[in-house]
């Protein structure tokens, strides 16, 4: 089973602000990464997929990065929707796998 | 318009069984797979299992292996999971999700909540 490790666990920063999370994988993924942003009491949402791909209506303050065993998400500019809980999944192999979550809150 | 929508959860007792259902619109059902994840409260995604388009294929995580069942009735656009032996750390909100390995379009339930207790 693939693990990954994300961080921070928690983020805090204000309106505007840049940030950066985390996704470290414990073996290579090639690039079947996906970025999730969960909102208290909502399903999850696809932000990311393939690692740097913007999934349909998201905007471009959003942005993914790596291959391999790191990936970055990078919100360039927080509004105030994007706080709430980001998860990394793994799609490369069987079981799917989550990260642990990074939780980004207003500083 | 893509909806699932999940049914079926509710508060069962420790050993007790609940079957789940995920009635899918809005697309063509039987040419997806699907997956069920979970989320207990407070905590993380769960991946739970998964199922080819034509359900000749299953899949699951080991904490429910042998437990649980995944199944679906392309006729009727409905995924389900079957749950058995229930315990308490089952208790969580189930999602459906409509599963791509690389897509820009990904589809997941509300949630049902599923709590066991006694």
């Known amino acids: 089973e693939i693990v990954l490790t994300q961080s921070p666990a928690t983020l805090s920063l204000s309106p505007g602000e840049r940030a950066t999370l985390s996704c470290r994988a414990s073996?290579?993924?090639?690039?079947?990464l996906a970025w999730y942003r969960q909102k208290p009491g909502q399903a999850p949402r696809l932000l990311i997929y393939d690692a740097s791909n913007r999934a349909t209506g998201i905007p471009a303050r959003f942005s993914g990065s790596g291959s391999g065993t790191d990936f970055t998400l990078t919100i360039t500019s927080l509004e105030p929707e994007d706080f709430a809980v980001y998860y990394c999944q793994q799609r490369s192999n069987w079981p799917l796998t989550f990260g642990g979550g990074t939780k980004v809150e207003i500083k | 318009e893509v909806q699932l929508v999940e049914s079926g959860g509710g508060l069962v007792q420790p050993g007790g069984s609940l079957r789940l259902s995920c009635a899918a619109s809005g697309f063509t059902f039987r040419t997806y797979w699907m997956n069920w994840v979970r989320q207990a409260p407070g905590k993380g995604l769960v991946w739970v299992s998964r199922i080819n388009s034509d359900g000749s294929s299953t899949g699951y995580a080991d904490s429910v292996k042998g437990r649980f069942t995944i199944s679906r009735d392309n006729a009727k656009n409905t995924l389900y999971l079957q749950m058995n032996s229930l315990r308490a750390e089952d208790t969580a909100v189930y999602y459906c999700?409509?599963?791509?390995?690389?897509?820009?379009?990904?589809?997941w339930g509300q949630g049902t909540l599923v709590t066991v207790s006694s």
């Open positions: 999700e409509r599963y791509q390995q690389s897509s820009s379009e990904d589809y």
């Open positions: 073996q290579s993924l090639s690039s079947y």
